[in-house]
């Protein structure tokens, strides 16, 4: 079956811009969590989606935000963009909530470069 | 400070050497997971484990969890070239509603 999908793979921006990720999960995956990635910080969570429902957050700014469709694809948004949003979006599904013990599915990611 | 604390940050060994690489907690976790991502690529999932004390194989690779529970390693027998990646470990704590990753293992092997 299809893995994880995640668009766009690259994509360049200057500061104060906003932005917009795309994720599609496995079908019939109904939770979708997001991370960013970073050298220095490893992966942090940023938050997680179930049924439409933002289920938990991480402990980002306001300028991140997210929504999940009915078909379970996700999108998360930053707006106002700063030099230290540059960073690796990663996008899991998963068959369970939560993600206590079940398994996480990754996207190969959104490389985002902030100008 | 990061709840999961992975050792070494970086390690470079030769094509045949066995390494291990720790993950390490002052908390209780229901489970442990570790995955290894690849350059361009998302992390992949290689192993949960649940129960303290557990050991698991896959392959060359031998994964223990803690007998408290806090902390997890990973041992690589006879490294190949494509043992190459980042490794992380991911755990659940009790009642939470989220995996916590831990900064990883950055692993190369030299042919």
């Known amino acids: 079956k299809a893995g994880v999908t995640q668009t766009p793979r690259y994509l360049i921006k200057t500061r104060g811009q906003q932005v917009t990720l795309s994720c599609s999960p496995i079908?019939?995956?109904?939770?979708v969590s997001w991370y960013q990635q970073t050298p220095g910080q490893g992966l942090q969570f940023l938050f997680e989606?179930?049924?439409?429902?933002?289920?938990n957050k991480g402990n980002f700014p306001g300028r991140f935000s997210g929504r999940q469709f009915s078909n379970s694809r996700s999108e998360m948004n930053v707006s106002t963009l700063e030099l230290g949003d540059s960073a690796l979006y990663l996008c899991a599904s998963s068959l369970v909530a939560g993600g206590n013990t079940g398994e996480l599915f990754f996207g190969e990611g959104s490389r985002l470069t902030v100008l | 400070t990061q709840l999961l604390e992975q050792s070494p940050q970086f390690l470079s060994i030769q094509e045949g050497e066995n390494l291990t690489v720790y993950c390490n907690s002052s908390?209780?976790?229901?489970?442990l997971q570790w995955y290894r991502q690849e350059p361009g690529e998302g992390p992949v999932l290689l192993v949960t484990v649940v129960t303290g004390g557990e050991v698991k194989k896959l392959k060359r690779l031998t994964f223990q969890f803690g007998d408290a529970r806090k902390d997890s390693s990973l041992h690589i027998t006879a490294a190949q070239p494509g043992d190459t990646g980042l490794y992380l470990c991911a755990g659940a704590r009790p009642g939470a509603q989220k995996l916590v990753f831990g900064q990883g293992t950055r692993l190369t092997i030299n042919p």
């Open positions: 989606y179930f049924s439409e429902t933002q289920r």
């Open positions: 079908s019939g995956h109904r939770s």
């Open positions: 908390s209780v976790f229901s489970s």
